[in-house]
Each structure stands twice: as C-alpha cells, then as structure tokens.
C-alpha cells in the first residue's frame, strides 16, 4: 500500500518562506507524476505545481515566480520550496502521486499565512 506522508506546514509571516516535504512509501517503484494540491476554506481543490520523473514541471499562474517543486527520485520524494507567501496561499496542502492510472494522495499539511 502506498503512502504519501507531508511534512513542513506551519505559520509564516506574509513575504516568508516554507519547504514543504512529502516522501512515499510502501514502493519500489518511483511514482510517474508528483504534485502538490491545495485547498482553501470554501473553495475547490486546485493544483498549485507538479513534476513528471523526468522533472517537467507545471505550475498555477497564482505561485510562479514563487513555489518551487522538486523531486528526488531515488527516494521518492517531492518538495515545494515556497517563497514571498501571501495570505491567500493559507490552505490545506496536499501531495499528490500518480502510477499507473493510480493516484495517491497524502494526508494534508496546513499552510497559515498570516501577520
């Protein structure tokens, strides 16, 4: 059973930093495409970035120039380096992982924003 498991959420100041972290588990195999999902308060699911195993990535026009993602494929992880965070990045993020046709999703880390 694969597991995805996110850590780095918290409380930041506008204009501060977070690295959010988020290692599979319970797979030889490396997974196809990683991403990260968020969710705010009343509002839809959305994709903020993901990044195939070839390390394409793709992000939502609110976060370019800002968040990062990465990968380490050998350990099955991905990253998303947030930078200049505003209080309309405050949510629920949630990592994402897909093989075979399968996804698999993470728990959730909540990400504040907030002076």
């Known amino acids: 059973q694969v597991q995805l498991v996110e850590s780095g959420g918290g409380l930041v100041r506008p204009g501060g930093s977070l690295r959010l972290s988020c290692a599979a588990s319970?797979?030889?195999?490396?997974?196809?495409?990683m991403g990260w999902y968020r969710q705010a308060p009343g509002k839809e699911r959305e994709l903020v970035a993901a990044i195939t195993s070839g390390g394409n990535t793709n992000y939502v026009d609110s976060v370019k120039g800002r968040f990062t993602i990465s990968r380490n494929n050998a350990a099955n992880t991905v990253y998303l380096q947030m930078n200049s965070l505003k209080p309309e990045d405050t949510a629920v993020y949630y990592c994402?992982?897909?093989?075979?046709?399968?996804?698999?999703w993470g728990q959730g880390t909540q990400v504040t924003v907030s002076s």
């Open positions: 319970g797979t030889a195999f490396r997974l196809n495409t």
């Open positions: 994402n992982g897909v093989r075979l046709g399968i996804e698999y």
